[in-house]
């Protein structure tokens, strides 16, 4: 036979197939079963030195903050402590790289892109040290309380430098067109390691819009202060900042704002403060209310490192109410409910006993002989709101760090999952996948857990993202630096991220 008449006879044999799928056509396809996204295993979204489609270099040696905005996902890094960016590039073998940037993702099939990176000094090290704090911002009114003919929507980013010498920086991206466009605003009034926290209110009294943002003065035992803006076309970014601070003299610095009720409030160390509301003739606000001080059972005093409340969140569910995580042992989660007088508070569970219920030992490395082989810092930004797929009911999740390596599992990350008003608490394990970040490493820390805004995941697949340097931001104890782009970002279904953790 010959090779032309057994290719006739081959699609002589394939032509009742080809009528068949011709005729079924669409109703075929909808027969063909379709995979749930939230199935969806754990996969590699981004890692710390990728390559853009422009060429451009992804650094991350921290990956901070990810959030939604305008039909995109986009991702804040940091290079402090990074042999590479953060050092100047002075180390063998390691490319020199920009300072901490922002990324962006179009789809869940597209790659990580630069946005937006913030230069270097002259001696080729970093600028800045962090992008620490991503939000939106809807202006709608002025700041006189009267409506804007149109609205302006933006990304608002806090970026921090290395020294208390340095300024830190407040930058806006407003859309033109597609894209973003990016500014510095004015904000003058921060050194350091600030601008940690920014926040978005609308007093109902007075109806302006306000942005707020924790700053460092100094690095004295009074530093810590409160600042707020409003909407000025005329201003640098869009936004004019006041001169004078609404809070100040707190050692410890400003970590989450939160509105719950149409109040706003913010924490600093063991504080709850709230935001007084305006009165008609828009007076400035030169003090904020304390509502809360914790008293235990974490020890205190906080030592000079220790943040304290972190992750200040409202919860979606009615009655509404929000919950923090105050930082070290026994990573103490609180739920906080508003009442005339300011909050009434309730420790709700502990982070230690869901790690001693699962049997999970110290394999004796406990980042630089700190001592603690359960120590927690959870809810670095927020505690993210999320729809069980087989309830419907809400859900709450809280990425972990905790301070020791644990046998068998000493790459991995962890996050806990908060069922609905709190009748369930579950632990979660991330595993590190592909190449080791290190070998000493891992993937430390859950920093931040926002659900898919992209279409086709239909609302059921997580993007998750972290690290955090510890003791490698001073001599460690092999006596190197080993940090390099240990950033990472994870996408996941929601049913694989909630599965049952085994030991």
Known sequence: MTKARQVVNNLE????????????????????????????????????GEVDANGNLLVGNNLMKLLPFNGKLYATTAVECDKGAALGGATPGITPGPGPQILVLDNSRSKWRLEKEFGTKPDGSARYKRVGSLITANFETDGQGRLLKQPQKMLVAGVSSFSARDKCAIFTG???????????????????????????????????????????????????????????????????????????????????????????????????????????????????????????????????????????????????????????????????????????????????????????????????????????????????????????????????EQYNHLIGHEDSAWFVARGQDGEEYSLHEVKQLGQPLDPDLGLRAVRTIVISPFSEDSGRVLYMGGFDPVYECGVDPRGVYNLHDNAWVYRVGLLTALRAFSP
């Open 13 to 48: 044999r394939l032509l009742p197939a080809i009528y068949m799928i011709i005729r079924c056509g669409i109703a075929c396809a909808n027969t063909v079963p379709l995979s749930d996204p939230a199935d969806t295993p754990y996969q590699i979204s981004y890692r710390g």
């Open 174 to 400: 407003v859309l033109n067109g597609s894209q973003l466009e990016w500014n510095q605003t004015s904000f003058d009034s921060c050194r350091g390691e600030s601008a940690r926290a920014l926040g978005f209110y609308r007093d109902p009294n007075s109806g302006i819009d306000r942005i707020f943002v924790g700053a460092s003065l100094t690095t004295g035992p009074a530093g810590n202060s409160i600042y707020s803006g409003v909407f000025d076309p005329q201003a640098p970014g869009l936004i004019r900042w006041s001169q004078v601070p609404e809070l100040s003299g707190y050692a410890k610095r400003i970590a989450a704002f939160a509105e719950l009720n149409h109040r706003l409030f913010a924490t600093a160390g063991t504080k709850v403060f709230e935001r007084p509301l305006e009165n008609a003739a828009s007076s400035p606000i030169l003090s904020w209310d304390t509502v809360y001080n914790y008293s235990g059972p974490t020890y205190l005093p906080l030592l000079p490192f220790q943040t304290g409340l972190r992750g200040l969140s409202p919860i979606g569910t009615d009655p509404y109410y929000m919950m923090a995580v105050m930082e070290g042992v026994p990573g103490d989660i609180l739920r906080f409910t508003p009442t005339v007088q300011g909050l009434s508070a309730i420790h709700e569970a502990r982070i230690n006993p869901l790690f001693r219920a699962t049997d999970l030992k110290s394999s004796q490395n406990d980042f630089g002989s700190l001592g603690w082989v359960r120590y927690y810092i959870a809810a670095f930004n927020d505690i993210s709101n999320i729809q069980d797929p087989n309830t419907g009911k809400l859900i709450n999740l809280i990425g972990v």
